[in-house]
């Protein structure tokens, strides 16, 4: 009888009992730092030298491309529950689109993806498979610059949004002359928080970490065991360094990093760059 095996997509397992304790550290160090400098002003100049900031109650809007490079840990099963570990490298071209007035900015990523990777044979998978894989992430986020709590150093902020996942995986594996296809989508609801650390008033940083609480479910055309729907806590952080190169353009280059809690093989990390416009 015919092993089969199924990947999971972005969402991939990892063990992070130690890795949550660190963004729960940082999250609530920068809040009490925050609200210990209630009385320190920051210079309005060096706040709005953050292109995806408004000035005063002006409206501010832009776009960028984006480049993104990720490693992602992965781990597939087949239909006997046996477990393959495989590493998958990609590359992809997104956009990046946003929309701001005085304190709040919603923000929209859509980053597409096509990726190959080769799950090794091992335990019941007696040859090695060929997957082919597309995925298209969106995220829609709404910021909200918490002023009150600004000092001389940083601004802090609350995120609150939506993400959405859609994977396919083209396999070569076939059952009666037809080829095995696994598709993964869903979403959910997400909350962060972040600040912005200007620098001068040509450059900054900021920093952030949300959590999504999302559905997700895969379908087979082949195997219903593959048929599934689950509930997964997805954690994002991001830390993205921004330059003015002029009054409307912009560059900024980050690294993020994303995982699942309590879920084993999760990872994906790696870099990202962004060419923007701001009017």
Known sequence: ???????????????????????????????????YSQQREIKES???SDPT????????????????????DGVGYDTSGGAHYQSTQSKQMG????????????????????????VPASGNLTSSTTINGSTYFNELV????????????FVPYVLGGYAMINDTQDMDVYVNSVREVNKTKGGGPGLGVGAIFPLTSKYGFRADVKEYLAKISTESNLFSAFNTTRSVQYVKSTLTAYYNIDENVNAQI???????????KSSGTGFYMKLGYTF
């Open 46 to 48: 060096l706040v709005y």
């Open 95 to 118: 956009f990046s689109a946003f929309l701001g007035h005085g304190d709040f900015t919603l923000m929209f990523t859509r980053a597409p993806e096509k990726y190959t990777t080769v």
């Open 254 to 264: 980050g690294v993020q990093n994303s995982f699942i809690i309590n879920q084993d």
């Open 142 to 153: 709404g910021r909200y610059l918490l002023t009150d709590y600004q000092n001389e150093y």
């Open 53 to 72: 900031v408004a000035k005063g109650d002006k409206w501010v809007k832009g776009f960028s491309i984006d480049y993104f490079q990720t490693t992602k």
């Open 1 to 35: 009888m015919m092993t089969m095996i199924k990947l999971e997509p972005i969402y991939q397992r990892r063990e992070v009992k130690k890795i949550v304790p660190k963004f729960l550290a940082v999250s609530t160090l920068l809040c009490c730092f925050a609200a």
